[in-house]
Nanobody
Framework: QVQLQESGGGLVQPGGSLRLFCAIS????????LAWFRQTPGKEREFVAA????????YYGDSVKGRFTIRRDNRGTFVSLQMDSLQPEDTADYFC????????????????????WGQGTQVTVSS
């Protein structure tokens, strides 16, 4: 059984930092791309960042480029998201995802391409 468990969310002031961590177990093999998405009430899930299965391709959503950093291990047992210079508009539930996704940008940014999801962790940016 595949399990993804996020941790590290919380309340932070504007300009602050948080690091999210996602522990992954049960993937059938390491050939899975790993990603982070976020969602606010009433909106669709938004792409944040992704790393391809080999870790050689990394993509970020336009709103987080230069502020967020995604990391993963080669075995597919964890993926993290370092979030710096946080702003109120970054407030959302953050989800990690894993999937046998074609390692091209147009596929990696689509939530529908990922088969496995965590339950999410809440991030609130507020003074």
């Amino acid at each position: 059984q595949v399990q993804l468990q996020e941790s590290g969310g919380g309340l932070v002031q504007p300009g602050g930092s948080l690091r999210l961590f996602c522990a992954i177990s049960g993937l059938p093999n390491s050939a899975h791309s790993l990603a982070w998405f976020r969602q606010t009430p009433g909106k669709e899930r938004e792409f944040v960042a992704a790393k391809s299965d080999r870790g050689d391709k990394t993509y970020y959503g336009d709103s987080v480029k230069g502020r967020f950093t995604i990391r993963r291990d080669n075995r597919g047992t964890f993926v993290s998201l370092q979030m710096d210079s946080l702003q109120p508009e970054d407030t959302a539930d953050y989800f990690c995802a894993a999937g046998a996704v074609n390692s091209v940008h147009t596929a990696l940014i689509l939530a529908t391409q990922y088969q496995y999801w965590g339950q999410g962790t809440q991030v609130t940016v507020s003074s």
